[in-house]
């Protein structure tokens, strides 16, 4: 029976990397991610790979483009290379499994992730560290993470 890969703490988030592009002769890489409530990607491009999402529980919200997506358990988004992207939380927590064609976006949470063994308390995260690396990657940051929306008057 192989090892299970290890959960890693990656900007607030657990990540788990399920497949890695040397596994898969570099056609996909793929992770999954529990994020608590708020977490927010800022708007970003890929310019390497695809990407698809399934919600596996919780709530997102999601702009794609000029599009946005309010995403629940079992819902599924793609995320084209070239368009811009992000996310937001907003349930109390969501498990997000992504793939990304090719492989190799991964190397992002194996290289800086932090092994999450027990520990209920991210570390902080480096974010310049954080945008060098993705830059590397082939991403550029082009905007804000996305706003909560604001409650609806009663």
Same mark, same amino acid.
């Given at each position: 029976?192989?090892?299970?890969?290890?959960? /890693?703490? @990656?900007? !607030?988030?657990?990540?788990?990397?399920?497949?890695?592009?040397?596994?898969?002769?570099?056609?996909?890489?793929?992770?999954?991610?529990?994020?608590? /409530?708020?977490?927010? =990607?800022?708007?970003?491009?890929?310019?390497?790979?695809?990407?698809?999402?399934? =919600? @596996?529980?919780?709530?997102?919200?999601?702009?794609?483009?000029?599009?946005?997506?309010?995403?629940?358990?079992?819902?599924?988004?793609?995320?084209?290379?070239?368009?811009?992207?992000?996310?937001?939380?907003?349930?109390?927590?969501?498990?997000?499994?992504?793939?990304?064609?090719?492989?190799? @976006?991964?190397?992002? @949470?194996?290289? =800086?992730?932090?092994?999450?063994?027990?520990?209920?308390?991210?570390?902080?995260?480096?974010?310049?560290? /954080?945008?060098?690396?993705?830059?590397?990657?082939?991403?550029?940051?082009? !905007?804000?993470? /996305?706003?909560?929306?604001?409650?609806?008057?009663?």
């Amino acid at each position: 029976m192989e090892p299970r890969p290890p959960r /890693l703490w @990656f900007a !607030g988030a657990v990540v788990v990397v399920r497949v890695e592009a040397s596994d898969s002769d570099g056609r996909l890489g793929a992770w999954e991610s529990e994020e608590p /409530l708020g977490t927010a =990607l800022p708007m970003h491009i890929h310019t390497r790979e695809d990407e698809q999402l399934m =919600l @596996f529980d919780g709530a997102i919200t999601c702009a794609v483009g000029d599009q946005v997506h309010h995403l629940q358990a079992g819902d599924t988004l793609a995320l084209p290379r070239d368009v811009p992207h992000a996310h937001r939380v907003t349930s109390t927590t969501a498990r997000i499994f992504t793939v990304a064609t090719p492989g190799g @976006f991964e190397r992002l @949470f194996t290289d =800086l992730g932090v092994p999450a063994g027990q520990d209920t308390t991210p570390p902080p995260t480096d974010t310049a560290v /954080l945008a060098e690396a993705v830059a590397r990657l082939g991403v550029r940051i082009v !905007g804000p993470p /996305l706003t909560p929306r604001p409650a609806a008057a009663s």
